[in-house]
Each structure stands twice: as structure tokens, then as C-alpha cells.
């Protein structure tokens, strides 16, 4: 006759060591990963749990990935040891006039006609200018930066022309009547017997000529 087998009454037991995600086997049971750390491994033996990396922490147990440093911070660690990745104030600010890399792992410096901001650098607007990166200021009076945004430096008015504010992008230039040195900040009115019959003029004409 034939022998059929028959099943057996307890379920087949699962194979040791296969753990979830967010955790791994200790060699008697599956336990949470530790802060600072992290597993995204399923249908594996893992024996522990691996390390943020770069620019990354982890401040909860049992975790499947780790948390990226806000912008204007960074966490250089190379992933070796698990209490530097543990909370946010793992993540270090960066120094006045850097932004943090979009991996977060260092910083860097701005670049002239830019200003940290918002973990990143911005142009500076109109009428300021940045030659180091650090911050941008504002052009003097007698002063302009000649572009829209995004300046580095700040140049002095030519003669003929001139600048009565601060920020300002692009100098006046002298109307028919007057004249101005460089830099100037107003311009200044022929006198009497002189004459300026174009606009822009450094200086007046005699009459007498």
C-alpha cells in the first residue's frame, strides 16, 4: 500500500538569525538597532547594525536609515563610531561665511559677490557687494557696483557722474550745467561765467573761450 506522510502538528520552525529591518540578531533573539546607527538589510543574517556615515545621525532605536545634518551644519565622522552620529547636536554648525556641502560632510567657503544663507551662499542684491564671501555690505556714496546682484567689488563714479545713496547699482550721470569729479556724490553747478553744454562733464568751459 501506498504510505502517505503525515503533517506534523507543529509548524516548521523559522531559520535563526533573520531579523527586520531596524534590527539585528544577537545570536538569541532580534534587538533594536542603537541610535547612531541604523539596518535596512531584510532576509539577511545580520549581526549588527551599521553606522551612520558622513553628514549623517540617527537619534531613535530600531531605525532603517539615517537623518541628514541640517543645512549649516556638517558631521565629518567617517561612520567608525556610532555616539558621534546619536543625536542632532551631533551635526556641527558651520564657521561664519561657509555653507555646509549637500552631503553635509564638510564646509566650504562662499564665494565673492555671496553670503551664507539658509545653509547655502546667496548673491548679494543689488548695491552690496561681497568680496570674501563672509558678508555683503553696502557701496558707499561716490560709489556703485555696476551689476544687479551678485557683486565683489564696488567701483568709484567716474568724473561727469555720481552717487547721492548708498546701494546703488549704477552711477547718475552730471545733467548739462553741472560736473563732478570721481566719486562724487552730488554734482556741483558751473559758476558764474562758465558753462557745461553736455551731460557727464568733469568740469566747465569758460565763457570767455
Known amino acids: ?37 541604523y539596518s535596512e538589510a531584510t532576509g539577511e543574517q545580520i549581526s549588527s547594525c551599521t553606522v551612520c556615515g558622513e553628514g549623517k545621525y540617527q537619534n531613535a532605536t530600531g531605525q532603517t536609515s539615517c537623518i541628514l545634518c541640517p543645512s549649516g551644519r556638517f558631521l565629518e565622522d567617517d ?38 544663507a539658509d545653509g547655502g551662499c546667496a548673491s548679494c542684491i543689488a548695491g552690496t557687494y561681497s568680496a570674501t564671501g563672509v558678508s555683503c555690505l553696502d557701496c558707499g556714496m561716490g560709489d556703485a557696483t555696476g551689476k544687479a546682484s551678485g557683486a565683489s567689488t564696488c567701483t568709484s563714479c ?16 552730471c545733467e548739462m550745467g553741472k560736473f563732478a569729479d570721481s566719486r562724487a556724490v552730488n554734482c556741483t553747478k558751473c559758476e558764474t561765467g562758465k558753462f557745461a553744454d553736455a551731460i557727464e562733464m568733469s568740469s566747465c568751459e569758460s565763457c570767455e573761450n
Open 1 to 37: 500500500p501506498t504510505i502517505t506522510s503525515v503533517p506534523t502538528e507543529q509548524p516548521t520552525p523559522v531559520p535563526t538569525g533573520y531579523c527586520e529591518p531596524g534590527t539585528y540578531f544577537s545570536g538569541t533573539e532580534c534587538l533594536l538597532c542603537q541610535t547612531g546607527t
Open 79 to 116: 561612520g567608525l563610531n556610532r555616539t558621534k552620529h546619536d543625536e542632532t547636536s551631533s551635526c556641527m554648525a558651520c564657521e561664519s561665511g561657509k555653507y555646509s556641502s549637500s552631503d553635509r560632510a564638510s564646509c566650504s567657503d562662499c564665494q565673492g559677490g555671496t553670503e551664507p
Open 158 to 173: 567716474s568724473a561727469g557722474k555720481h552717487s547721492a545713496d548708498k546701494r546703488v547699482v549704477n552711477c547718475t550721470s
